[in-house]
């Protein structure tokens, strides 16, 4: 052994140590990551009360887009104008849905509804999506109503909203909606999840399209 064998088997061996280090290094930056990324993807799932109100739900756009819709209505004479809406939904509850094809609970879906135009630009004919006008949201929270789905509306500016009156929107929902108690009839990528699990209720074949 010459006498320079000592010195370079040492700095061999801070190498694998540092390497090692660094791999430490590296993975404990990837956790930290995930977390991160989780921890903002269960703040976008979640909705805020005020004590019996519900928060306007901030960030919906940034949810799921699963259908939208021109005019539609289970009234056979609807009020004149064309409004479109667009539906949303958290994440985590689209999710579950592709996987069971039924909505968990704490699901929460938003309708967008935007007044409409056909004079803007190059066009001149078609209809395309303007204003908004309000949302309205449904909330799956068995702890929190007991029939476990609540309704809420808000204008364009509004900030908080009770929940309605069972009368005013559950009743059709639990009839009409295909998928427990929502319009999923309407939603053309949930329609066939439904179907492929065996819970669509194929009597559900109106309403409205939330």
């Not at 956790?31 to 993807?41: D, E, I, N, R, Y």
């Not at 960030?59 to 949303?88: H, I, Q």
């Not at 007044?115 to 001149?124: A, E, P, V």
Request: charged share 15%; net charge neutral.
């Amino acid at each position: 052994m010459t006498s320079d064998e000592p010195l370079v088997t040492e700095l061999r061996r801070l190498n694998v140590k540092t390497a090692i280090l660094f791999v430490v290094l590296v993975l404990i930056s990837l956790c930290a990551g995930s977390l991160q990324v989780s921890s903002a993807g269960s703040s976008q799932d979640s909705v805020q009360y005020k004590g019996d109100q519900l928060v306007r739900p901030s960030d919906y756009r940034e949810w799921v887009f699963v259908s939208s819709g021109l005019r539609l209505s289970n009234n056979p004479s609807p009020a004149e104008g064309a409004t479109f809406t667009n539906v949303f939904v958290t994440p985590s509850a689209y999710h579950q849905f592709l996987a069971t094809g039924t909505w968990p609970d704490k699901t929460v879906l938003v309708q967008e509804s935007r007044s409409s135009s056909n004079q803007g630009s190059l066009n001149k004919a078609s209809q395309y999506q303007a204003d908004l006008v309000g949302i309205s949201v449904k909330v799956k929270d068995a702890a929190r109503y007991p029939d476990q789905w609540a309704y809420f509306s808000f204008d364009a500016s509004a900030q908080t909203a009770k929940a309605k009156p069972k009368a005013a929107c559950w009743q059709c929902h639990h009839d009409q909606g295909a998928v427990d108690s929502t319009y999923v009839q309407f939603y053309p990528t949930l329609k066939p999840v439904a179907q492929k699990f065996g819970t669509m209720h194929e009597s559900g074949a109106g309403g409205k399209s939330y």
